[in-house]
């Protein structure tokens, strides 16, 4: 299925006159300047958009710009930005809004972001998981508070997949001294005690309870979960016994959840339940449908929702066995936990309202990661989200208490934001789910290894690198180790950070996390071997700038690597793109289409002129939720896709390339293709992980993703780990890589050689 997590991080680097620092008579607006020219002090850094004046508005005045992408420029990206002056707004609380309106597919997006005097990122916030989508005119609003070493101030709108964009009634307001950040914990880093971790655990299981499953108008009206938790852990950690544990829980979770029922001792030391309130007329319960795990007001997925049901109260006779679930949290405590709360007219009973501290964020303190407590929810939270709604625990082998343990252990001990960041991915990798991911825009990209490099097979090798390094290294050399570590060993030390269903994709993902996460010293000592077995050793400098792969030269769109064979590549290709190669994939004996990578529109556009009668996808299906611990889960089946023919139909031989780099939408077009026998798939098999991400946010500004619902193969088997395996299997090889060869390329034009008859084209 096609993955909603295409939304671009925005980072240019600028430099710009100084007159556009002026905060004197400071206009956001756009009523200066002439229709259909760009407004004055803002620029467009992306190559081929264009903003200009418009008489379109917002009832924000008398114009407004837009932000399109005219002519024949295929850029999915665009972006309209100024800057200003951070210096009046540091350690200031500042809103900026606008009003947009979006027409087409994609969306858009305002952005802001704080660039500090000591050249890295500071306070950055780019509407990620609150996109704008077409439709009427919309509010957009950012809240930040401005570091105070800030010194430029960069804000922008952008569009993703092509949209147009219409903006109006631009204003930054400054708010005033605003919240503080979180100071760091005293002794912070320190280990957890053997009591404390057992205490955290408990803490954390009960947080996953009440947070999703406990209905109390007071539990649904939290929406400072992040703090409550961080209070949570605060409380929790210090309790000495289970006594005094069932004391604090009980302490911090009653002004919430005031029928929550906490004992020490195991499930079957229960006290007697309460009886039903006679006043009762009606029940509540959540009901989640994968689940919705971002606060209400930014939530944009229709595909993953929560709310709240409301049942009649059945007769006594007929008692709801399932309005009470007992649970043991560990450390010798248990709880009752009410699944349906009874209610009357006025609410669920008893009554009561959300404590005002917990029902907004606003003017609390902004949470960092360099507070132990604030790392130690952050594993709670997100620990939480995934024991009780991933889809995939039955397929996968993993043990998802343990990894609550040692994750919170880790923690607790993170000496900064960055290690933090390899802890919370660690707990991911856990899942095996390839889109399963953690990143923090606001910290600075660090170095790379002055290499591109791309396994073939067991073998590293190097398809590209910086000027630096100069003609020493060659394309083709394979690393056999770095700073004295066998590749093999840097290869284990960054998967424990991959979240990966297969091993394609892990070691697909493995390159960049090479490149960028493996500590190395600087210089860094590399040792090489040639294709034909010289050894060398170099000690290049850590760049800034990635190298890029340079090794692999794809064909041209409708070229012909064979007579009588056309090529397309199918990576990021749109359906415009597939028409104005049409009229030679039509006249071709043989097409190659390249899927070794994310494909665009065309990808779906291409199977209907494929087929001779109607197709569909894989299953899509979402579980719904009544209950924690996935127990008695219900799958909602989402709509299909439904292909229909189309004319040209293709009537060549078909081969599709593809590898461990093939994740989502790429499988969802293979599937089509493994199913209905659509063409041979040569190379090697696919990431094994579909369905649409379901990203959240955790204390920090560290953005979790992962994949919220099961996708099964057209026969109803399992597709998670398994994938899309070739009919005809092929790996690149070193010696091949040298020769400026692509093997895969070759492989396939080889299969439809044969079935062509003499490589002349023939039937």
Known sequence: MKSNSNLSLLLIGVTCASALFAQDNLDLGFENGSLEMTPQDWFVPTEGWTAELTDEKANEGSRSVKLSLPGESRASFGNLMRTLDATPYRGRRTVLRAKMLVQGAGGGQMWLRVDRMNGEMG???????????????KEAVIGAEIDDDGEFLNIGFMSNGGATVFIDGVSLVDMGGGPKVMPQSPSDPRPLSPRGLENLTAAARLLSYV??????????????????????????????????????LDEVFRPIAPTLQLWAGAPEHAPP???????????KSWKHIGVSALPSTIRQMETYRSGIEILSVPPKKDSDPKIYVVKSLGSGVSCRLPVKCYADDKGTIPH????????????????TALNRSTRLAGVALGWGVMQHFYPYFEVVNTDWKEALVVTLTKAAEDRDKIAYLDTLREMLAKLHDGHADVSN??????????????????????????????????????????????????????????????????RWKSIQRLMINLPTEDPVRITLRRPEGLGYSIM?????????????????????????????????????????????LEAACGIIFDLRGYPSDGAVELMSHLIDSPAAS??????????????????????????????????GRIAFLTDGRAISYAESIL??????????????????????????????????SWTGMKVLKHDGSQHHGVGIAPTVPVVPTPAGIAAGRDEVLEKAVEVLQAKLGSGRGEE
């Open 211 to 248: 947070r999703f499953f406990h209905p109390s108008d007071q539990a649904v009206g939290v929406t400072a979960w992040d703090h409550f938790a961080v209070h949570l852990m605060e409380r929790a950690e210090p309790a000495t016994y289970a006594d005094d544990l069932v004391k604090r």
């Open 540 to 584: 290049p400098h850590r760049v800034k700038e990635m190298p890029v792969n340079v090794a692999l030269q794809r064909p041209a769109n409708g070229s012909e690597p064979a007579r009588g064979i056309a090529y397309f590549n199918l990576d990021g290709a749109t359906t415009d793109e597939l028409n104005r190669s049409m009229t030679k």
């Open 618 to 651: 894989a299953r899509w299906i979402v579980p719904i939720s009544r209950l924690p611990d996935r127990e008695e889960v219900e799958w909602l089946d989402l709509e299909r896709w439904s292909l229909q023919p189309q004319s040209p139909r293709l009537k």
């Open 352 to 367: 009561g309202k959300t404590p005002d501290e917990w029902e907004k964020t606003e003017g609390r303190p902004s949470l």
């Open 671 to 704: 599937g089509i293709v493994e199913h209905y026998k659509l063409g041979d798939i040569v190379g090697s098999t696919t990431a094994g992980t579909n369905g649409n991400v379901n990203p959240f946010t955790l204390p920090g500004g560290y953005i979790v």
């Open 123 to 137: 306070t950055f916030d780019n509407m990620e998981l609150r996109p704008i989508l077409a439709g009427d005119w």
């Open 441 to 506: 825009r606001s910290l600075a990209t660090p170095s790379f290894l002055p290499l591109a490099l791309e396994w073939a097979g067991n073998d590293l090798v190097v398809v590209g690198s910086d000027s630096s390094v100069g003609d020493a290294v060659r394309i083709g050399d394979v690393v056999e180790a770095m700073d004295g570590r066998s590749a093999q060993d840097c290869y284990d030390q960054v998967s424990k950070w991959i979240s990966a269903a297969t091993d394609g994709w892990r």
């Open 273 to 283: 339940g309460p009886e039903p309130p006679e006043t009762a007329t009606d029940v």
